[in-house]
Protein backbone atom coordinates (compact mmCIF):
# COMPACT_ATOMS: atom_id res chain seq x y z
CA UNK A 1 0.00 0.00 0.00
CA UNK A 2 2.70 1.93 0.50
CA UNK A 3 3.93 5.43 2.86
CA UNK A 4 1.60 7.73 3.91
CA UNK A 5 3.69 10.32 2.33
CA UNK A 6 2.93 8.50 -0.55
CA UNK A 7 -0.63 8.48 -0.24
CA UNK A 8 -0.85 12.09 0.65
CA UNK A 9 -3.23 13.91 3.34
CA UNK A 10 -6.48 13.86 2.02
CA UNK A 11 -6.66 10.36 0.66
CA UNK A 12 -4.98 9.09 4.19
CA UNK A 13 -7.93 10.51 5.82
CA UNK A 14 -10.56 9.24 3.98
CA UNK A 15 -9.29 6.10 4.32
CA UNK A 16 -8.72 6.97 8.12
CA UNK A 17 -11.86 7.76 8.28
CA UNK A 18 -13.64 5.03 6.71
CA UNK A 19 -11.62 3.01 9.13
CA UNK A 20 -13.58 4.62 11.73
CA UNK A 21 -17.23 3.54 11.05
CA UNK A 22 -20.29 6.00 10.32
CA UNK A 23 -21.17 8.29 12.61
CA UNK A 24 -23.85 7.84 15.37
CA UNK A 25 -25.57 10.16 18.07
CA UNK A 26 -25.06 12.25 19.83
CA UNK A 27 -22.35 12.81 17.03
CA UNK A 28 -24.32 14.36 14.14
CA UNK A 29 -21.27 15.46 11.67
CA UNK A 30 -18.20 13.53 11.99
CA UNK A 31 -14.47 13.94 9.77
CA UNK A 32 -14.75 16.29 6.98
CA UNK A 33 -15.64 19.38 8.65
CA UNK A 34 -13.61 22.12 10.71
CA UNK A 35 -15.32 20.58 13.58
CA UNK A 36 -17.18 17.24 14.91
CA UNK A 37 -20.97 18.43 15.88
CA UNK A 38 -22.77 16.86 18.81
CA UNK A 39 -26.46 16.99 19.66
CA UNK A 40 -26.98 16.78 23.77
CA UNK A 41 -30.43 17.72 24.14
CA UNK A 42 -31.07 21.14 22.95
CA UNK A 43 -27.02 21.94 23.17
CA UNK A 44 -24.91 21.97 19.77
CA UNK A 45 -21.60 21.33 21.07
CA UNK A 46 -18.56 21.57 18.59
CA UNK A 47 -15.43 19.05 19.18
CA UNK A 48 -12.08 19.57 17.47
CA UNK A 49 -7.93 19.26 17.67
CA UNK A 50 -5.08 20.18 16.41
CA UNK A 51 -1.56 19.50 16.70
CA UNK A 52 1.92 21.67 16.30
CA UNK A 53 5.41 19.90 15.90
CA UNK A 54 8.56 21.36 16.40
CA UNK A 55 10.43 21.47 12.76
CA UNK A 56 6.95 21.27 10.75
CA UNK A 57 5.39 24.16 12.34
CA UNK A 58 7.17 25.75 14.44
CA UNK A 59 11.43 26.22 14.95
CA UNK A 60 13.40 26.50 18.05
CA UNK A 61 16.57 27.10 16.71
CA UNK A 62 17.67 30.99 18.79
CA UNK A 63 18.98 32.76 15.87
CA UNK A 64 16.05 32.23 13.41
CA UNK A 65 13.59 35.66 14.35
CA UNK A 66 10.53 33.41 13.39
CA UNK A 67 11.38 31.51 17.01
CA UNK A 68 8.92 32.33 19.57
CA UNK A 69 7.75 29.57 21.93
CA UNK A 70 5.37 31.66 23.69
CA UNK A 71 3.94 32.74 19.85
CA UNK A 72 3.71 28.72 19.36
CA UNK A 73 1.31 28.39 22.38
CA UNK A 74 -0.87 31.49 21.20
CA UNK A 75 -0.30 29.60 17.57
CA UNK A 76 -2.00 26.20 18.82
CA UNK A 77 -5.12 28.10 20.80
CA UNK A 78 -5.66 30.02 18.09
CA UNK A 79 -5.75 27.46 15.15
CA UNK A 80 -8.18 25.61 17.38
CA UNK A 81 -9.96 28.96 18.08
CA UNK A 82 -10.16 29.59 14.17
CA UNK A 83 -11.85 25.68 13.96
CA UNK A 84 -14.74 26.62 16.23
CA UNK A 85 -15.02 30.01 14.60
CA UNK A 86 -15.18 28.50 11.03
CA UNK A 87 -18.98 26.63 12.47
CA UNK A 88 -20.30 29.86 14.00
CA UNK A 89 -19.46 28.18 17.13
CA UNK A 90 -17.34 30.21 20.90
CA UNK A 91 -15.01 27.58 23.18
CA UNK A 92 -16.11 26.03 26.19
CA UNK A 93 -12.94 24.12 26.95
CA UNK A 94 -9.97 22.76 25.86
CA UNK A 95 -7.07 19.79 27.12
CA UNK A 96 -3.58 19.74 25.92
CA UNK A 97 -1.21 16.73 25.09
CA UNK A 98 2.82 17.42 25.01
CA UNK A 99 5.53 15.35 23.81
CA UNK A 100 8.17 16.65 24.87
CA UNK A 101 12.17 15.59 24.16
CA UNK A 102 14.12 14.82 27.61
CA UNK A 103 16.54 17.51 26.84
CA UNK A 104 14.05 20.04 26.16
CA UNK A 105 14.39 23.05 28.30
CA UNK A 106 11.81 23.52 31.05
CA UNK A 107 11.06 27.22 30.18
CA UNK A 108 10.43 26.68 26.30
CA UNK A 109 7.54 24.43 27.35
CA UNK A 110 6.30 26.87 30.38
CA UNK A 111 6.39 29.40 27.09
CA UNK A 112 4.26 27.72 25.32
CA UNK A 113 2.06 27.17 28.09
CA UNK A 114 2.23 30.73 28.66
CA UNK A 115 1.07 32.03 24.74
CA UNK A 116 -1.81 29.01 25.02
CA UNK A 117 -3.34 31.01 27.76
CA UNK A 118 -3.10 34.60 26.70
CA UNK A 119 -4.66 33.48 23.64
CA UNK A 120 -7.36 31.25 26.26
CA UNK A 121 -7.74 34.78 28.37
CA UNK A 122 -8.67 36.89 25.41
CA UNK A 123 -11.13 34.22 23.78
CA UNK A 124 -12.53 32.52 26.20
CA UNK A 125 -10.91 29.52 26.43
CA UNK A 126 -9.68 27.74 29.63
CA UNK A 127 -7.23 24.51 29.86
CA UNK A 128 -8.80 22.32 32.06
CA UNK A 129 -6.70 19.13 31.69
CA UNK A 130 -3.88 17.15 29.96
CA UNK A 131 -0.95 15.25 29.43
CA UNK A 132 2.76 15.11 29.52
CA UNK A 133 4.94 12.40 27.70
CA UNK A 134 8.44 11.82 26.59
CA UNK A 135 9.39 11.28 23.09
CA UNK A 136 12.23 10.35 21.19
CA UNK A 137 12.08 13.34 18.18
CA UNK A 138 10.87 16.39 18.12
CA UNK A 139 7.98 18.05 20.17
CA UNK A 140 4.56 18.29 19.62
CA UNK A 141 1.65 19.81 21.20
CA UNK A 142 -2.06 18.97 20.28
CA UNK A 143 -5.04 20.65 22.00
CA UNK A 144 -8.58 19.42 21.83
CA UNK A 145 -11.11 22.50 21.87
CA UNK A 146 -14.75 21.88 23.03
CA UNK A 147 -16.72 24.50 21.44
CA UNK A 148 -20.82 25.33 21.62
CA UNK A 149 -22.81 27.26 18.54
CA UNK A 150 -25.85 28.64 19.62
CA UNK A 151 -28.49 27.68 17.10
CA UNK A 152 -27.70 25.89 13.54
CA UNK A 153 -23.52 25.40 13.01
CA UNK A 154 -22.64 26.47 9.35
CA UNK A 155 -20.94 23.47 7.42
CA UNK A 156 -18.58 23.42 4.44
CA UNK A 157 -21.55 21.40 2.77
CA UNK A 158 -24.25 24.29 2.04
CA UNK A 159 -22.80 25.95 -0.48
CA UNK A 160 -24.75 26.37 -3.76
CA UNK A 161 -24.21 27.45 -7.49
CA UNK A 162 -24.64 31.28 -7.61
CA UNK A 163 -23.37 31.85 -3.87
CA UNK A 164 -20.86 34.58 -3.32
CA UNK A 165 -17.41 33.77 -2.34
CA UNK A 166 -15.88 36.07 0.06
CA UNK A 167 -12.96 35.92 2.91
CA UNK A 168 -12.50 37.71 6.33
CA UNK A 169 -9.87 40.62 6.82
CA UNK A 170 -6.28 40.17 4.02
CA UNK A 171 -4.65 37.26 3.15
CA UNK A 172 -0.95 35.55 2.72
CA UNK A 173 0.80 37.15 5.51
CA UNK A 174 1.76 34.35 7.20
CA UNK A 175 3.38 33.04 3.99
CA UNK A 176 4.86 35.52 3.45
CA UNK A 177 6.37 36.20 7.25
CA UNK A 178 7.79 32.45 7.15
CA UNK A 179 10.15 33.51 3.77
CA UNK A 180 12.17 36.23 2.77
CA UNK A 181 14.46 38.14 4.42
CA UNK A 182 13.66 39.86 8.04
CA UNK A 183 15.63 43.06 7.65
CA UNK A 184 13.04 44.90 10.52
CA UNK A 185 11.23 47.34 8.27
CA UNK A 186 8.10 48.18 9.42
CA UNK A 187 6.32 46.40 6.16
CA UNK A 188 7.93 42.90 7.69
CA UNK A 189 7.27 43.43 11.52
CA UNK A 190 3.78 43.75 10.99
CA UNK A 191 3.64 41.02 8.72
CA UNK A 192 5.44 39.15 11.45
CA UNK A 193 3.19 40.22 13.77
CA UNK A 194 0.03 38.73 11.92
CA UNK A 195 1.90 35.23 11.16
CA UNK A 196 2.98 34.79 14.63
CA UNK A 197 0.18 36.03 16.05
CA UNK A 198 -2.93 35.06 14.71
CA UNK A 199 -6.33 35.90 15.73
CA UNK A 200 -9.04 33.53 15.53
CA UNK A 201 -12.15 35.22 13.91
CA UNK A 202 -15.00 33.99 16.65
CA UNK A 203 -16.90 37.19 16.57
CA UNK A 204 -16.83 37.31 12.79
CA UNK A 205 -17.98 33.79 12.56
CA UNK A 206 -20.48 34.45 14.96
CA UNK A 207 -22.21 36.81 13.16
CA UNK A 208 -21.42 35.40 9.50
CA UNK A 209 -23.64 32.54 11.24
CA UNK A 210 -27.29 33.72 9.52
CA UNK A 211 -26.28 34.54 6.56
CA UNK A 212 -23.48 31.95 5.30
CA UNK A 213 -24.74 29.02 3.60
CA UNK A 214 -21.00 27.65 4.33
CA UNK A 215 -17.85 28.35 6.02
CA UNK A 216 -14.81 27.55 6.79
CA UNK A 217 -11.11 28.57 8.42
CA UNK A 218 -7.86 28.89 5.80
CA UNK A 219 -5.39 26.98 7.35
CA UNK A 220 -3.77 25.27 4.35
CA UNK A 221 -3.71 28.15 1.60
CA UNK A 222 -7.19 29.63 0.06
CA UNK A 223 -5.68 27.08 -3.36
CA UNK A 224 -6.05 24.27 -1.10
CA UNK A 225 -9.05 24.83 1.35
CA UNK A 226 -11.78 26.42 -1.01
CA UNK A 227 -11.27 23.18 -3.14
CA UNK A 228 -12.07 21.43 -0.06
CA UNK A 229 -15.07 23.88 0.31
CA UNK A 230 -16.28 23.13 -2.78
CA UNK A 231 -16.31 19.10 -2.88
CA UNK A 232 -18.46 19.15 -0.14
CA UNK A 233 -20.90 21.11 -1.18
CA UNK A 234 -20.74 19.41 -4.71
CA UNK A 235 -19.75 22.84 -6.55
CA UNK A 236 -17.36 24.51 -8.72
CA UNK A 237 -15.55 27.35 -7.78
CA UNK A 238 -14.09 30.55 -10.00
CA UNK A 239 -11.91 32.99 -8.11
CA UNK A 240 -10.56 36.51 -9.35
CA UNK A 241 -6.66 36.77 -7.92
CA UNK A 242 -7.41 40.32 -8.85
CA UNK A 243 -10.18 40.82 -5.87
CA UNK A 244 -8.12 38.99 -3.09
CA UNK A 245 -7.92 41.22 -0.02
CA UNK A 246 -3.62 42.16 0.93
CA UNK A 247 -2.40 44.48 3.44
CA UNK A 248 0.03 47.63 2.15
CA UNK A 249 2.89 45.37 4.32
CA UNK A 250 2.41 42.73 2.50
CA UNK A 251 2.05 44.78 -1.07
CA UNK A 252 5.59 46.54 0.00
CA UNK A 253 6.89 43.12 0.90
CA UNK A 254 6.14 41.51 -2.34
CA UNK A 255 6.67 44.29 -4.67
CA UNK A 256 3.84 44.40 -6.58
CA UNK A 257 -0.18 44.23 -5.79
CA UNK A 258 0.27 41.30 -8.06
CA UNK A 259 2.67 39.28 -6.57
CA UNK A 260 1.20 40.15 -3.00
CA UNK A 261 -2.18 38.27 -4.60
CA UNK A 262 -0.27 35.18 -5.59
CA UNK A 263 1.02 34.76 -2.39
CA UNK A 264 -2.63 35.17 -1.11
CA UNK A 265 -3.96 32.77 -3.35
CA UNK A 266 -1.81 30.01 -1.97
CA UNK A 267 -0.87 30.76 2.02
CA UNK A 268 -1.26 28.87 4.68
CA UNK A 269 -1.84 29.77 8.36
CA UNK A 270 -4.11 33.05 7.37
CA UNK A 271 -6.66 31.75 9.89
CA UNK A 272 -9.25 34.46 7.94
CA UNK A 273 -12.53 33.04 7.19
CA UNK A 274 -13.28 31.54 4.06
CA UNK A 275 -17.45 32.00 3.76
CA UNK A 276 -20.43 31.40 0.80
CA UNK A 277 -23.45 33.50 0.69
CA UNK A 278 -26.54 33.34 -0.92
CA UNK A 279 -26.71 36.17 -3.59
CA UNK A 280 -28.40 39.11 -2.05
CA UNK A 281 -28.13 38.46 1.42
CA UNK A 282 -28.23 40.72 4.19
CA UNK A 283 -24.31 40.74 4.73
CA UNK A 284 -23.28 41.64 8.37
CA UNK A 285 -20.85 44.07 9.92
CA UNK A 286 -17.66 42.09 9.21
CA UNK A 287 -15.00 43.34 6.80
CA UNK A 288 -15.43 40.85 3.95
CA UNK A 289 -13.89 40.39 0.70
CA UNK A 290 -16.01 39.03 -2.63
CA UNK A 291 -13.76 37.03 -4.33
CA UNK A 292 -15.86 35.00 -6.68
CA UNK A 293 -18.93 32.49 -6.89
CA UNK A 294 -19.76 28.96 -6.72
CA UNK A 295 -20.51 27.47 -10.10
CA UNK A 296 -22.91 24.14 -11.05
CA UNK A 297 -19.37 22.10 -12.84
CA UNK A 298 -18.26 20.40 -9.29
CA UNK A 299 -15.37 19.84 -11.90
CA UNK A 300 -14.69 23.47 -12.10
CA UNK A 301 -12.09 24.65 -9.83
CA UNK A 302 -10.31 28.05 -11.69
CA UNK A 303 -8.97 30.88 -10.58
CA UNK A 304 -8.72 34.03 -12.83
CA UNK A 305 -5.19 35.39 -12.85
CA UNK A 306 -3.19 38.81 -13.18
CA UNK A 307 -3.65 38.53 -16.92
CA UNK A 308 -7.45 37.32 -17.36
CA UNK A 309 -6.33 33.69 -18.25
CA UNK A 310 -8.56 30.93 -16.52
CA UNK A 311 -6.20 28.74 -14.48
CA UNK A 312 -6.84 25.69 -12.48
CA UNK A 313 -6.23 26.45 -8.73
CA UNK A 314 -3.99 23.15 -8.35
CA UNK A 315 -1.61 24.96 -10.47
CA UNK A 316 -1.80 27.99 -7.95
CA UNK A 317 0.42 26.08 -5.60
CA UNK A 318 0.33 25.43 -1.62
CA UNK A 319 -0.07 23.29 1.29
CA UNK A 320 -0.28 19.84 1.65
CA UNK A 321 0.82 17.54 4.31
CA UNK A 322 2.76 14.78 3.24
CA UNK A 323 1.91 16.08 -0.67
CA UNK A 324 4.90 18.49 -2.83
CA UNK A 325 4.13 21.63 -1.40
CA UNK A 326 5.64 25.18 -3.29
MG1 LIG B 1 -10.20 24.34 9.78
Redesign the pocket.
Known sequence: MGSVGAMGEEALIERLARGLGAVQPPVEVGVGD?CAVLRLGDRTLLFATDTMVEGTHFTTDPTNPLTDLVAVGWRLGASNL??LA?MGGRPLAAVISTALPAEWPVTWVEQAYEGLRKVGDRHGLPICGGDVVRINGPAALTLAVLGEVDGEPVLRSGGRPGDLIAVTGDLGASRACLRGVHDGSESRVALLRRGLWPMPRLEWGQALRGSASAM??L?DGLATDLPRLARASGVGVLVREADLPVSDALVTVCGSREAAQREALIGGEDYELLVTLPKGSPLPEVPLSVIGELTAAPSQMEFVGANGEHRPLSEAGGWSHFGSAS
Request: overall charge negative; cysteine-free.
Open positions: DSDAMDS
